[in-house]
């Protein structure tokens, strides 16, 4: 258990290196899963289009949805997001930067499996082989003999070998080379695209704006330390309010067995010298519960902690003017450095 514990510690002191290496193992899955996928085209007219799109647009959005899940800090955006203002004013580029964040982790699978599908061709081949020219690449001088609707259920059964009777008109070798090609080369373009397109937001962007970008990445930073902190206060004190609880009732129990028995005294007896140490023990767990002591108040405390924040101006008292993050009024005179911290 001990280990399991060190081990989850690790992962918590570097979530950002956890959650990089879960992005780059979902980025391997996608490309695993797409190998191990058996795509059967439908080969029909009305079919063909409507099954490739959703075989390149479906899966990415479901591995963008699960690496938005698989997140911690999902449930810290939509808390900051939707609690009241109070006395602390939520900060919109502090929203957008999370967002950003998570958003750009969940976006490398997706990527992944777009750009894999793309260069393997079979999902365009599907797509687009109604849309072949024929009378580039066959035997153009039969195109008008034949009716659309005949000429289409033909070229339909290109991605099928097994069922495609139309060599006479194009050879189906030639139509797939043409759509492969064609889609390789708008694969290796959305790779491109997507890398410079990385590039750009990853280094560029915070050269340009590198004072917003320090600030939000630090209250960022700081709702995700404060949220944790407050975690673990709250299961301090869960855990020293239970012990008292247990120890009344223990000692309630004790008090009504010894009434009970005609032999009380005598049993008291041996129990004095253990007295002091539990009395010590049980004064050291009230300390822990900092004068919340009953379940209403522990409730109220937890409903203000999520309707009113504290502002982020610590030794003052009134409430801020504006905009919480900032602060508003005069400055103090002397420079003052403190944090939240949790009792242990």
Known sequence: MDKFRMIFQFLQSNQESFMNGICGIMALASAQMYSAFDFNCPCLPGYNAAYSAGILLAPPLVLFLL?????????????????PPGRRAKDPAVLRYMFCSMAQRALIAPVVWVAVTLLDGKCFLCAFCTAVPVSLLGNGSLVPGLPPPELARLLARVPCPEIYEGDWLLA???AVRYLRCI???LGWSFVLLTTLLAFVVRAVRPCFTQAAFLKSKYWSHYIDIERKLFDETCTEHAKAFAKVCIQQFFEAMNHDLELGHAHGVLAAGPTGSAAPAATEGADEEREKLRGITDQGTMNRLLTSWHECKPPLRLGQEEPLVGNGWAGGGPRPSRKEVATYFSKV
Not at 68 to 82: G, I, Q
């Open 67 to 83: 690496g938005l899940v698989m997140n911690n800090n999902v449930s810290m955006l939509a808390e900051e997001w939707k609690r």
């Open 172 to 174: 189906r070798e030639v």
């Open 183 to 185: 889609s390789q080369a």
